[in-house]
């Protein structure tokens, strides 16, 4: 089960990592907790009446193609950044009770029992509080789901390393790398996700919305662009962020590594 705040937040951290293990015949699960309704969108050519209803279909398509399940959607709202900051939505997540987001989340444990629960690590990837909030719910809803007769075996965070996040501070994003990446020493998994680099890109895509000339991406050189893929494409990483089974070796091999009660899984 892999828990984040908006459509494209999973293409990606994870992107390459969930269409591995679906490969393998693991059950999916893409929870989503809110449509993204205040995003901005960085295609002028495109026309939206409805901005979550288009991330919605944007991110089911992006499921279609790293050949996922279609997302569950918990239906809060997307706080939105800067200008687009929504203070007045008690909907939105920046304004929701950490608790309600836990209790949101907690059935869908209990209903799909994952082994393992995948979600943003504890500076939401870039500092936004959406992304914050996810983090503290999902952690959260790791432990206080222990009594379950099958309870998730571990619990991990998507990673960046120092150099990827320098890399993208170089090319615009103003991230503290020692702040918001992790050193090789935290990262418990590393997964080599370059033979599915066409799906994530295929994927990317899909959040047309998101991935227009005016975003961050658009906005790099083809060389810039060719550097920030390679980084970001090939490889997923993972810290640790809680177990309930043994943990064999360090770093471990892939996700299911030492778990419990799962089938075989050849990373």
């Known amino acids: 089960m892999a828990v984040f705040a908006h459509p494209d937040d999973e293409a990606f951290s994870v992107g390459g990592t969930l269409a591995h293990y679906a490969r393998k015949g693991v059950k999916v699960v893409l929870v989503c907790a809110t449509r993204g309704e205040a995003g901005k969108i960085t295609d002028p050519t495109m026309t939206v009446t409805d901005l979550g209803q288009q991330r919605e279909q944007e991110l089911r398509t992006a499921c279609d193609a790293l050949g996922i399940p279609a997302p569950i959607f918990l239906d809060f709202h997307d706080s939105g950044r800067a200008e687009r900051v929504r203070h007045d939505d008690p909907k939105a997540l920046m304004n929701v009770d950490p608790l309600e987001l836990e209790a949101a989340i907690r059935p869908l444990i209990e209903e799909h029992q994952p082994q393992v629960i995948v979600t943003f690590d504890p500076h939401g990837g870039y500092g936004h509080v959406d992304h914050l909030q996810v983090h503290r719910a999902t952690s959260a809803a790791f432990f206080s789901t222990g009594h379950l007769p099958r309870p998730p075996q571990r619990l991990y965070y998507t990673a960046l390393s120092h150099a990827t996040a320098e890399s993208m501070a170089r090319f615009g ?18 997964m080599n996700v370059a033979k599915y680099a066409p799906l994530k890109v295929a994927a990317l895509a899909a959040h047309g919305t998101q991935m227009g000339p005016e975003s961050r991406m658009g906005q790099l050189t083809p060389e810039e662009r060719a550097v920030m893929e390679e980084r970001l494409l090939g490889s997923e990483g993972f810290s640790l962020g809680g ?25």
């Open 173 to 190: 994003n103003d991230l503290d790398p020692q702040l918001y990446g992790v050193s090789e020493k935290t990262m418990v998994v590393r």
């Open 243 to 267: 177990s309930r089974a043994s943990v064999p070796r360090f770093p471990l091999s892939g996700l299911f590594d030492g778990v419990d009660y799962v089938m075989y899984i050849e990373d």
